[in-house]
């Protein structure tokens, strides 16, 4: 692996960012497509930088006649956005790598743990519904011409700067204050959460690899929390305690359509992963990091500039009216 060729279209998001330290530390020969627009999470200094817009199909073509080993593309989201990618690529790159997401599967998940073989239907996120029409394109560009793509599906993956709760810093704000906060359904389903940098873990090995090309693999942690542990773990880090009330995704969502649509189209419903196939290539892949000491860098981070714990008003007003109705 050491010497590839990698170009990352984008590399500076929660997941990405990990994985470009983790690349080069591999001996990547990595390339970084962005728009230089963030420096919350910097590029490791042994990346080089292509500063352009890759909706931009000259830039894309450009970039593209460069021939990479792989291409790991973090910024589609679209059937659109990777038709184009995968166009201009064509005859250009060895291995092309798409970022989906784990909310893809069929949700409510029919049975439990998920793996890559579980239907993808989800009525309720359009997110999640572009990210399955931009696997059926890919699946049929392998199918039709051969075209070398590997599909990753991360579930709820976070790094220091990322609350995994609706509304950010809110709910950690609202606990150091001693207000309740709100906590979907019965706070009793089950829940994955990964650590950006136990996501590289499992990705990296996987670039260049040829027993991934056609194929799909999930890369998860196998931490597994229920909701009412996320939040007391969250407010134990914090110095505090969590008074949660119990409010069901439906009631949220009638009172906060994007928060609720993020709960029934993800979050509401019980997510456990098996990691055997990513294992069958990756021998020695396990996440290492477990919420406790992932939670203990989101404090810290926050804390270090106060300035970063913003309160999302919408949510906080949000929480206020629901907590008004349903609490005992």
Known sequence: MSGLRVLFLGGTGIISSACTRRAVEAGLDLTVVNR????????????????????????????????????VDWIAFTRDQVRARTDALRDHVGQYVFISSAS???????????????????????????????EDLLTALYRDENYPVTVIRPSHTYDRTLVPFDGGWTIVERM????PVVVHGDGTSLWTLTHHRDFARGL??????????????????????TWDQIAHTLAAAAGTTAQIV????????????????????????????DNSKLRSVVPDYVAIIPFEAGAREI??????????????????????????????
């Open 36 to 71: 230089g627009k963030t420096s919350t999470r910097p590029l490791p200094p042994e990346a080089k930088v292509i500063s352009a817009d890759v909706s931009d199909p000259a830039s894309l073509n450009a970039i593209a006649a460069q021939n990479f080993d792989v291409v």
């Open 104 to 134: 893809a599967y069929q949700t409510p998940p029919a049975r439990l743990p998920i793996t890559e073989s579980t239907p993808l239907r989800n009525p309720h996120w359009q997110y999640s519904r572009n990210k399955i029409a931009c």
């Open 176 to 179: 150091r204050q001693g207000k």
């Open 204 to 225: 990296v090995p996987l670039l260049g690899h040829p027993r991934t090309l056609g194929d799909t693999f999930q890369i998860t942690s196998d931490d597994v929390l």
């Open 246 to 273: 119990h409010v069901p995704s439906e009631a949220i969502a009638a009172v906060h359509q994007n928060w609720g649509d993020g709960l029934l189209g993800d979050k509401t419903h019980s997510a456990v992963f």
């Open 299 to 328: 404090v810290a981070w926050y804390d270090e500039d106060p300035t970063r714990g913003q309160v999302d008003r919408a949510i906080d007003e949000a929480m206020d009216t629901l907590i008004a109705r349903y609490a005992l």
